[in-house]
């Protein structure tokens, strides 16, 4: 492990980009096992060796371009789906409408029967059933 570990000062490691490369060489193997389609272990392989170039890479700075082109464009995806993954938790307790003045996103208790609603972004005011 002694050569390992003096090997690798000047290189970045693994980043965002790397573990998104890892994660799509694994699921490239698992359809190729899936399907049987060439196709998919040849995009595997491609993922692989980009990895593993930019792992053992010295040129930090690309590098960290390339990381940082890739979060800019992740972030957005990531925080959507988050925010789906805690609706699809919470709707049981909750139940979430649109008020009709300025489509802002309200969340009420689910189970009080009809109620008054009011928004907290223009004050308008909406009857809903939860």
């Known amino acids: 492990m002694d050569w390992f570990r003096r090997m690798m000062p000047g290189r970045r490691g693994i980043d965002g980009l790397g573990w998104a490369l890892l994660a799509g060489a694994a699921v490239s193997m698992a359809l190729r096992r899936a399907t049987g389609y060439r196709l998919f272990w040849t995009l595997a392989f491609v ?19 390339e990381n940082r082109r890739f979060m800019a464009l992740w972030r957005p995806l990531a925080r959507r789906f988050s925010s789906w993954a805690d609706a699809l938790r919470d709707a049981r307790a909750h139940r979430r409408f649109r008020c009709p003045s300025c489509g802002q996103k309200v969340r009420v208790p689910r189970g009080k029967g009809k109620i ?5 972004r223009c004050r308008a005011e909406f009857v809903r059933r939860t």
């Open 47 to 65: 993922l692989l060796a980009v990895f593993f170039l930019r792992f053992f890479s010295r040129d930090a700075g690309r590098r960290y371009e």
């Open 116 to 120: 008054c609603i009011t928004c907290p």
